[in-house]
């Protein structure tokens, strides 16, 4: 499956109405133990990708944030490489707290 017809389901997911999108997310990432720590990292690096695209900052932040948590225990470099053009769109919103803390993060 192509990249693109991925992170246009996943911004159709995103884009569920709030009650659902809420909870969505916590959801599919229960289903994984964080011993799944690379695969469960990009999974979310693509999920943040999504938010950014349906203009939900904060969540996305949120998602790069547990993505970044999750890769630094990997011996994978593409969780983290998948992550970076996440945190470059993320850097135009570094007034918003969220953001500033998950810029911070990547930076430590």
């Given amino acids: 499956m192509s990249r693109g017809i991925e ?3 996943a911004v ?5 109405n709030s009650a659902q999108r809420a909870h969505w997310p916590a959801r599919v990432q229960a ?3 964080d011993t799944h720590a690379r695969d469960k990292s990009l999974y979310l690096s693509w999920l943040a990708d999504s938010y950014l695209t349906a ?7 949120k998602a790069t944030s547990r993505a970044l948590d999750l890769s630094a225990g990997v011996a994978s470099v593409r969780p983290r490489q998948r992550l970076a053009p996440v945190l470059r769109c993320l850097s135009d919103h ?8 998950v810029l911070e993060k990547a930076r430590g």
């Fill in 7 to 9: 992170q246009r389901r």
């Fill in 12 to 16: 159709r997911r995103v884009t569920l």
């Fill in 31 to 33: 289903k994984y133990e």
């Fill in 55 to 61: 203009g939900e900052v904060e969540q996305s932040a």
């Fill in 94 to 101: 570094r007034a918003l707290s969220e953001v500033a803390d």
